[in-house]
C-alpha cells in the first residue's frame, strides 16, 4: 500500500517537471452517455503520457552514484519514454528493454528523449529476462513500469489532481494494464474521498487482471493481441493486492468498442488520444445505466499514436 | 470598421452560448520555431469551429419575427453548422447553401445541427446566386459568413479574449479566407494592444486575399484547389479596406507546408485540427526569423475534419 501522504510528496517531488494537466468536458458526450464527463488529459502530458509522474518521481529519489550507472527498465513504450527524458535530465544513461512488436511510434519517442533499446520477444518472460541480465551485467538502477512503489506513488498525483479540480466526481476510471496507474488512483482518491468508486478498463484481449481479480490470484494473460499497445502487461505483485482490496470492479472491453470510443474521442473531443486511452470512455458507453447522471473522471493515458496506422 | 466596443457587447451577447476556448502551449513546438507559441484552440468551440460566435452575434440580433421566416447563408461547411446550431435554438429554419464539393464531415455538421442543404456549384458566383434567389423567394434573414459587421464583432471576440489571457503577445496570426476572423482580429487587437503585429495565412492555392492586398483591390481566387476547404472564399467587399489599413502582411503557404504543420499539431500538441486552422503555424515554420523570441498567438480555427479521409 502507499500513503496519501507519500502521493502528496510524489506531488511536491515532480511538479516542476511535469505539467498539470487540463481537464475537458464535453457536451455532446455528456448528451451521449447521461453523464458528466471529467477527461483527465494526460495525452497532453510531458512524453505524451502520465508514465513521466511515476519515472520522474523514482529517478528523482535516486542518489548521484546510482544515476551514473544508468537506469534501466522494460516497457512497451510510454514508461520507456518518460524515464528516458526523467534520466536523461539528471544526466544518466537510460536503457529500454523494448518488445520487437512496439508501435514504432513510441519506438521513436524512446530515442527522440535519449533511451537506448534493446530488443526482446513480446512475452513477460521474455520482457523480464532480458532486463535482468542487462542489470546483473552493469549495475543500472532497474525502474519497473509498475511494480514499484515509487511508480504507484507518482502516478496517484493524476487522481490527485483531479479530484482537486473536480472535487464532486462520484467515478474514477481507469485503464488497466500492469496496475500502476490504477493502485496510484486507489491510493489518492480512497483517501480523498472514500465513497468514490474507482473502476479499471482492460481489453478482452489481455483481461489477465479481471480474471485474477475474479480468481484471487495473479494469472498470466492468455494473448495481448489487443490494439492497445500500453495494455498488454501483466498486474503486477505490488499492485495486484491494493486493486483487490480497493478497486470497485473491472471492465474488458472488446476491439471494436475500443475504436469506436477513440474515434468518438477524436471527433467530439478534438484530441489524439491512444487506443489505451479510449478504454475508459468504452467502459462508459457499455454500462450506461451504472452511470447514468454521475459525475465520471475518465483518465486519458496517452496520446502517442501512430498517424499513419490508425484503425478505422 | 467595427468598434472594439461593439466588440466587447458581441462578447456580452454570446458568451453563455460559446466556450472561452483554453489556451495551449508545447515546449517542443517552442523549441522547433525558436518562439513561445500560443494556441487559441477553437477547435474545441461549439459546434467545433469560431464560427459559432459571429453566427450567434449576428442570430441573437434578429426579431422574432425576422427569426419566424428563416435564416439563410452560404458556407463551406461550419459557418453553416454555427449558424443552423445558432438559429435552431431560437426556433428558426436555416438553410445553407453549400458547394458540392464540401467536405462531408461538414455537410453531416451542418445537417446534425438542424440545418437544410440546397447545393451549388463550388464557385463564389454559383453560391451567391443560390443563395440570393432562395433569399427573395422565402424572405429568410441573409446571414453572409463574413462580409457582416455582426459577424466580424463576433469573430473579434476571439482575438479579445486570447489577449485577455496572455497580454503579452507580439504577434496574432489567423487564417485568412474571406476575411472575417481576420478583420475581428484586427479590430479587437489593434485597439487592445496597438503595437501588436496581427497577419493572416492564406493557401497559394487560393490566395485572392495576398494579390488583392498587393494590387490594392479586390481580386478573384485564380483557383481554389487546396486542402484546406474553410479558407477557398473570396475576400469580402467590408473585410477587405480593414485588412488593408491594418494587416500587418499576408503569408501564403503551399499545400505541403500546411499538412507538414496540421501533422505536427496532432502529434505534438496531441489535438485534432483542421488543415485550414494549421496554416497558421506554417506561417511560423516558413518566416522563423521574423518571428524568433516573439510570443505568437495562433488562432487555431476549427476540428470539423474527416477522419477516414487525412492527409498523410
Known sequence: MVSFQEIIRSHHRIDKFIHRSKVLTNQSLDDLTGANLYFK?????????????????????LSAKEIEKGV???SSGNHGAALAMAATRRGGKVTVVMPDNSSPKKVENVKRNGGEIIWCRPL???????????VQETGAAMIHPYNDERIIAGQGTVAMELLEDQPDLDVIITPLSGGGLLSGTLCAAKIMKPNIKVYGAEPEEADDAYRSF????????????????GLRAQIGVINFPIIQEMVDGIFTLSEQEIIDSM?????????????????????????????????????????????DDLPW
Not at 503520457?49 to 520522474?56: E, V, Y
Not at 513477460?124 to 542487462?134: A, D, G
Not at 450506461?288 to 486519458?300: A, D, S, T, W
Request: hydrophobic share 45%; net charge positive; proline share 1%.
Open 124 to 134: 513477460q518472460e521474455s520482457r523480464e529476462k532480458v532486463l535482468n541480465k542487462f
Open 72 to 74: 534501466a527498465t522494460a
Open 41 to 61: 488529459c494526460e495525452n497532453f502530458q510531458k512524453a505524451g503520457a502520465f508514465k513521466i509522474r511515476g519515472a520522474t518521481n523514482a529517478v528523482e529519489q
Open 214 to 229: 475474479k480468481a484471487g490470484i495473479r494469472l498470466a494473460n492468455k494473448t495481448t493481441n489487443t490494439i492497445c499497445d
Open 263 to 307: 474515434r468518438m474521442i477524436w471527433e467530439r473531443l478534438k484530441i489524439v488520444v491512444e487506443p489505451s486511452s479510449a478504454i475508459v470512455l468504452a467502459a462508459v458507453m457499455k454500462n450506461l445505466r451504472l452511470f447514468k447522471n454521475k459525475n465520471i473522471g475518465l483518465i486519458l493515458s496517452g496520446g502517442n499514436v501512430d498517424l
